[in-house]
C-alpha cells in the first residue's frame, strides 16, 4: 500500500512537471517577460528620439504603466507623414489595434499600472521616413507643456511681468496663484508686439479650464478661477509672423495696473 501511494505521488509530479512544461511552451513562461529586441526605454513625461527609414519599417519602445489608462504623444522631427502606434504587454500579447499619429497629436491605451509594456511605432505607408519623438504622461498633457509648467514665472498680484516672442519661441507660460473667485483679471499691454495675441487659462495639471481668449493692447479676460488655487497661462502669437514684447499682470480690478 505504501509503495502504491509513492508511485502515485511519484506519477502525479511526474504529470504536473509536464503540464507546466506544456503550458510554459504553448503561453510562455509567466515568470519571464517577453521582449521584441532591441527597444527604446520611456521616461514618464519626457520626449524619446525615434526614427524609421525605408529598411526599419518599425520601433519598439517599453515603458512601465504608471496608470490604468496611459497617454502617448508623437511630435514630428524629420519624419514626412503619420506612424501606427500599437501597445503590447509583458506577455507579447497586442493590447488593442493600432491608432494612427500626426505630428502635435495624442492617444491612449488600457494598459496594466505597475507593470512593464510596449510601444511598436510603424510607418503608415511605405514612404515614410524620418525622426520623431514620442513620450507618455499620465493625462493628455504633452511632455512640452509639462516641462514649460515647471519653469514658469511666478506672476505678483498687481504687478506687470514681461514677455515675449521671437522668430523661435511662439509660447510663454506664466503661473499665478489666484486672489478671487469672482473678480479676477488678466491683462495685456503692448510693447513692440504687433497684433493680438491668445491667453489660455490651465489648471496645476496643465488641462485648459477655458478655451483661448484673441486679446489685444489694453485688453482684459476674466477667467473663472478658484481662490488659492494654482493656474498657468498659455500666452501664444495670433500668427507665426507676429513678435515683440509685451506685458501681462493679473489682479482684482476691471482696471489694469499703472506701468509706471
Known sequence: MKKQFILSATVTAIIASVCLLVSCWIIGDPYTEWSPGDYTLLSLNMWSDGSLTL???????????????????????????????EPYNKRGEKLASAKALYNIQNTSFVVTRGEPHFIKVTQSSGSVTGTFKIGFTNTE???????????????????????????VDKEEWFRFIATSTSSQYIHLSYGTITGGVYVQLHDSTGLPVEPEKWLTNGQKTQPTVKVGHVYYIKVTPNSSSTTGTYKIAFNTFASAPSLE
Open 141 to 167: 498633457v504633452s511632455p512640452d507643456t509639462l516641462a514649460a509648467m515647471v519653469t514658469a514665472p511666478t506672476l505678483i498680484a498687481n504687478e506687470w511681468h514681461d514677455g515675449s516672442f521671437t522668430s
Open 55 to 85: 529598411q526599419k519599417k518599425e520601433q519598439w519602445f517599453k515603458f512601465t504603466a504608471t496608470t490604468n489608462n496611459q497617454y502617448f504623444h508623437f511630435k514630428a522631427g524629420t519624419i514626412s507623414g503619420g506612424v501606427y502606434i
